[in-house]
């Protein structure tokens, strides 16, 4: 198993072409937030901006609007509360859709979820997160023909694969991902495994003062970004995981917690600090 | 009468283990704030995750649903005017239980605490501060068998001891604590003291430069992650208090009055200096 | 005609007594902001809270409440179009209250103003600043036998007066005031004059940095943060005038403006040099 | 071509009078943002107001209240699906006018545009953008007499001009901005160029770190913000130009990205670099 090294992401992290526009960093589009869980569709468009995404979209529930434009006004907002068929352009144009941060498990996130998984096309990167994943694995989706990347963590992971946590050996992991040969899986936990087809790469970095609401929304804002502007294989999204724990491991020299907010604003010199190099 | 010193705070602020998730280090469940006093059950709230909780929902009215996930994107929301039977998993999963800031004394508020009252289990820890022990000496509510924490300033102590402020001496305290055997009384005043059961200890720092509105919201969230990170105890309860205050006098070094949402922001440096150390 | 020293913003900006409760450092009420100025109100109160007001308060357009609850979770808000007498307590028990800031000119602005000078009592504080002052001079209004501060610029108090900018001279500016015995005029200028019955002092520093909307509001704030902290006088609003000035003066040394909201944030440290020396 | 050099910047933003008000500095009104775009009317007004604009008002969508109070409570709200008799006064009084960041293409968006267009007065700076240029090239709009400003990247001004990209070269560029002739063009690009009449310039600073979105609707409220404080005319909207890039430079020698709201914030520290030389 490959180890993923900061060499890696200073390969991933290349200095921007000198003629280029926004258009040329990815569009995003991040598919979350509820009432209830309206921050982790903020903070994974906001980790998404900060790292470099050249336009960014937000679908998600009216009560978060304000909070958006206040936190993020550079991020763009779309009601997914209206019919599919009025934002499915939105969907269509998106180089990565992000679905899941905060969606919840309701009715309509399932409605939702559906028609996303119909909507995706396979040149298109789906990253799929949090509850987006626990509908599939209960509701039994099928996954679509697109660029997946799966981000779930040991009990997500549990409920799509059937291996119990004890189970969740390479070896079965690899098994299980064949189910989804398309699909890179990141598979978060205390050294963190990225599988794809035959490959397997683990993160040694990254401690518990990451260890709190909100991480992982971050990181799929992160990976969206990279792939947005890398393109999307294995070794950006690798790329990105590593810069999420990077990251969290330089602010905890001198933080107990490392919270999202300032992961996220980190990210623009963390990634110069790679890109100079 | 013990004093409260960092020795303690150093003690109780352990690193973290390295193999750990956000459900190790509590779920926290802030209920309070209203429209008039939106902004004291944000200051906790904010408190508690930059104080390291792992997962921090506020339960509150619908009027601060956007403040919250603009600050704090880090928090989940309940709108607590929900049928409390839709909501109640939460408050059965919450490892801490903030009930008071900025909650009020209206009739739904009395009605929301009563509920929560008779919700708590023995296992959790309940924190009732502000608003809330005003009502329960004004209703003579009966408290739950839970870990219970007291945060009353002199006045609210007053009422619900029935001591005027010159009658809080030690032995006073100690005897009226006698009716609340499991609960930790945190007595706020110039020279904070803390009693439960036999034992009394005393904050000697802490200055003028904190007193300002929020400050006491402020000290619910520290003391409640501090709970669900490192079990509720005399202990944990008292290096929380010691935290709120040696963070304030670190900042009045250089500032005439130090605001809540400075303080909130300086919590991840200093823990980490205990922890360190 | 005394000139303003920095002198005197450390005899009136003392070292707070130990013992001490948020109760001792001002109750503030700010009544202002509307749909179209809700900033106005924000910037007042944000300015009280960071210049160590005890309590804030802004009673104002429901429209702003997000806003305020975001912005400066340490104030309280009150809905201004609910019945007078719902909040006459609040205005009541307030040792000082602004009215004006983004106030407007509306009927109902009129209506409110009319209201809060009926309540005003002897030994409260009332500030009157902005739209209000507008009203006052087109409406004709009484003012109140309060500890009254008025805050125009020029214009507001060639209307209040009838003096012509031209006309506004040391002795004419004097006479004029008779009309108002019990009132400290700030007549702000470039070089701002402080008035109350035969004192007049003046400013000589603040620059056109400061030169932007908001720059009132925030003095303000101010004044009412001091006045609370250190008693209503003509030493009190005069250190107050001086910090606002002296806190742009220093932020102008690398800003070509500078904005409320950083004058805001700089006052707690501005205050600590003026306290410990 | 002349090149833009930091010499013309440091020329056009001159040390302030010292005898001055806000009402020297420029009346700004930004006509932009709807629920999907909020966020750019936000950061044209914010680089306003930290680019030194005196005063700022935003027209804008009910639904960016909340934002623009909360990210900016200097400025001032309009809604602008009032009846357009009801802030036309508003507009009249504006010293420039920047309408199309983040209007969108909507009905009503057209309806508005025409209003302003009509309204505008030749003494005015009328600054057009975005989603208003694509509708005045699509309904074939005339334009007012006014001190124009077109903002246009490169497709835009295709749309505008009927100059396909490849065939955007100087000459024809000055050709096509013939049918414009009191209009200044801003031709957003790599290396942006500046013409009005026979003049061209261009900017040779900038980099790809400024490739995100909403980099251009802060543009918009830089060169709102130095018409109103040094006149509108070739210079003043150069050296606008030029600050807006410059400061990403600076930022992207630490940073990978240059966000809309750090390159803000960075505005009156480089325009004091500016000014004090």
Not at 33 to 52: F, K, L, P, R
Not at 116 to 138: F, K
Request: glycine share 8%.
């Amino acid at each position: 198993m490959q180890i993923i090294t900061d060499e890696l992401a200073r390969q991933v992290i290349v200095a921007r072409p000198a003629i280029s526009h926004k258009g040329d960093f990815g569009r995003i589009l991040i598919i979350g937030g509820s009432q209830q869980y309206g921050g982790a569709a903020i903070m994974s468009a906001s980790a998404a901006v900060y790292a470099g995404a050249g336009l960014v979209s937000v679908a998600s529930d009216l009560s978060i609007l304000a909070s958006l434009h206040t936190s993020l006004p550079e991020a763009m907002f779309i009601d997914y509360r209206q019919p599919f068929v009025q934002w499915a352009p939105t969907v269509q144009a998106a180089d990565v859709i992000v679905i899941g941060p905060g969606l919840g498990l309701s009715a309509f996130a399932l409605l939702l979820l559906k028609q996303v998984l119909q909507a995706a096309q396979p040149e298109q990167t789906l990253l799929i997160d949090g509850s987006a994943l626990t509908l599939i694995a209960r509701e039994k989706l099928a996954l679509p023909d697109a660029q997946l990347i799966l981000t779930p963590h040991q009990m997500e992971w549990a409920r799509l694969s059937g291996l119990s946590i004890a189970q969740q050996t390479v070896a079965n992991n690899q098994a299980a991902l064949a189910d989804y040969p398309k699909a890179t899986l990141v598979l978060k936990k205390h050294h963190t495994e990225i599988y794809h087809q035959t490959q397997v790469s683990q993160l040694m970095i990254g401690g518990p003062a990451m260890a709190t609401g909100g991480s992982g929304d971050t990181l799929t804002g992160i990976i969206a970004a990279f792939c947005g502007q890398f393109g999307t294989n294995y070794q950006t999204i690798s790329a990105a995981v590593y810069t999420h724990s990077a990251i969290s491991d330089q602010l905890a020299q001198k933080q107990y917690v490392t919270l999202p907010t300032q992961m996220i604003q980190a990210l623009p010199q963390f990634m110069a600090q790679m890109a100079h190099q």
